[in-house]
């Protein structure tokens, strides 16, 4: 996707607001110090950063969990490198979990979000489509066409909307 799509503009927003916001809760819920107001600004940094990157790669389950995953881990070795009295290695498990069920969480759902919205935009368009639609001539004789499943297999795989069809009914001559 390009940066000219709203979604991948969402999908880079979410990825930092989560990267950077997560990172402080699981930092302070495993144990850690809330951050300073130095900490914060070089936060809101990287994730616009790792934001900007989650915009440009595709919307696949495995690499938004990754993304996720790796940027709040970078976040809390900031975090844990800017705040005095703390060290580097400070990982412990709490954080580890918090940090990855996070992750595994928002995950699946902007993976889900963004599919729903492809679909609902696509339903509303087909829908514009067919109210908006010229009637048919007088006289010309309707010639239903049937589907199968193929359009909405490839949309689930890919989570791209299928391509246009034929309609669904046919004016004959």
């Known amino acids: ?17 989560v990267c950077a916001g997560a990172a402080v809760a699981a930092h302070s819920t495993g144990g850690g110090e809330l951050p300073s107001s130095a ?4 936060l809101v940094c990287f994730g616009a950063t790792i934001g900007l990157f989650a915009a440009h ?12 995953w790796l940027g709040q881990l970078i ?3 900031l975090l844990t490198g800017m705040t005095p009295h703390c060290q580097i290695s400070a990982l412990t498990l709490p954080m580890v979990m918090a940090h ?3 992750a595994v969480a928002v995950g699946l759902g902007l ?21 908006l639609a010229l009637p048919p001539e007088p006289g010309a004789r309707r010639v239903p066409v049937f589907h199968g499943t193929t359009a909405l297999r490839e949309f689930l795989l890919t989570g791209r909307p ?3 069809g034929p309609p669904l009914v046919v004016a004959a001559a």
């Open 1 to 17: 996707m390009d940066l000219s799509s709203p979604m991948a503009r969402l999908r880079g927003a979410v990825v930092g607001l």
């Open 39 to 42: 900490s914060l600004v070089l």
């Open 57 to 68: 790669r595709t919307g696949r389950l495995p690499v938004l969990v990754a993304q996720l």
């Open 75 to 77: 976040a809390h070795l």
């Open 100 to 102: 990855t069920v996070t």
């Open 111 to 131: 993976w889900s979000a963004e599919r729903l919205v492809a679909l609902v935009v696509s339903s509303m368009r087909r829908w514009v489509d067919r109210v």
């Open 162 to 164: 299928p391509g246009r």
